[in-house]
Nanobody, 118 residues
Framework: QVQLVEFGGGLVQPGGSLRLSCVAS????????MGWFRQAPGKQRELVAR??????NYADFVKGRFTISSDTAKNIVYLQMDSLKPEDTAVYYC?????????????WGQGTQVTVSS
């Protein structure tokens, strides 16, 4: 199992920046993939960015604006969000995927609200 705690959400003006942090309760090296998802009111949860074995991938709507990175010494995964738009407003969730023989398990943080508004 793994526990995930997110930090860093808040209110920011359009064009501004925020950095989200996700602290994992175990070594990132023991986790198959770490990612950030978001869910806006009335919409489904969607992938924002993911990192696995050093490989990153991003949703098209954040490419060039958001960056996912990790600090393996502190077991933290970051999401740097720049050039924020009102449509980025959502609850952002940290996700971890653990893989065992024949199965995988998803774990989620509690979510952190990001609001982009003037």
């Amino acid at each position: 199992q793994v526990q995930l705690v997110e930090f860093g959400g808040g209110l920011v003006q359009p064009g501004g920046s925020l950095r989200l942090s996700c602290v994992a309760s175990r070594s990132l090296f023991s986790i198959y993939a770490m990612g950030w998802f978001r869910q806006a009111p009335g919409k489904q949860r969607e992938l924002v960015a993911r990192v696995s074995s050093g490989t990153t991938n991003y949703a098209d709507f954040v490419k060039g604006r958001f960056t996912i990175s990790s600090d393996t010494a502190k077991n933290i995964v970051y999401l740097q969000m720049d050039s924020l738009k009102p449509e980025d407003t959502a609850v952002y969730y940290c996700n971890a995927v653990l893989v065992r023989v024949g199965t995988s398990e998803n774990y989620w943080g509690q979510g952190t609200q990001v609001t982009v508004s003037s």
